[in-house]
């Protein structure tokens, strides 16, 4: 499974399950992380992978039917398939419910995780992992999807830390704020920020330099939930 969709099938929160597993999906279709005409994976396999009952799944693929977003088919080769949105991710209406309290709980706890890997990171990654991270920067300065990569990236510094608590807690923070920080990643106003930033965090880790690697990560995570904030208050 790649880095992408260990994300979109990382275990949902326990509260509001139903609720939790549309918007995870309905997000991760809407940010191109889940293709247009791809094929979910069974009902058993996806409602373990959520952590969910099967009975919590079929209602969550019932509202994404309902809204369009996934179309199952029946007989041989059937199944649950990703239907391309008719309008993009909504920053905006995914802000709406959070309050700026929330994303800073979030963003602080979020910062204090992506530090911690960063760090060990820098102490412990080996040149392989130094180059997978470096051909992510390649392909972010190609013009490729920044949420797509942006996940990949993390997740590759995560597994660099050789922790693997820290890489699971990983997996479960870009789930739950990872399509709000791919979204303000992507504004104007933050996009050359945010390539500096990643190639700092990536330089301090080739050349194991742990303290600015952690302080890279950190003020990384945070610039992205203040420009969050900002533009909840602004709502």
Known sequence: ????????????????????????????????????????????????????????????????????LIETRRGRGGGSFVRAPARPFDLDERLRPLSAEELRD??????????AAARLAAARSLPDDVRRLRRSLDEMAAGARMCRLDGRLHLDIAAASQSVRLTREEIRL????????????????????????????VDAIERADDAAARDVA???????????????LEL
């Open 174 to 201: 870009q789930a739950e704020i990872g399509p709000l920080v791919w979204a303000v990643h992507d504004l104007p106003d933050r996009r050359a920020a945010v390539d500096a930033e990643h190639a700092g965090i």
């Open 106 to 115: 979030l963003g602080d706890h979020y910062a204090a995780i992506a530090g």
């Open 1 to 68: 499974m790649e880095n992408a969709h260990l994300v979109v099938f990382a275990p949902v929160d326990n509260t509001a399950r139903v609720h939790a597993v549309v918007r995870r999906l309905g997000d991760a279709i809407a940010l191109g992380l889940l293709a247009d005409g791809e094929q979910l994976p069974s009902e058993t396999d996806l409602a373990a992978y959520l952590g969910v009952s099967t009975v919590t799944l079929r209602e969550a693929l019932m509202a994404l039917r309902q809204q369009g």
């Open 218 to 232: 950190e003020s990384h995570v945070l610039n992205a939930v203040q420009r969050l904030i900002e533009r909840r």
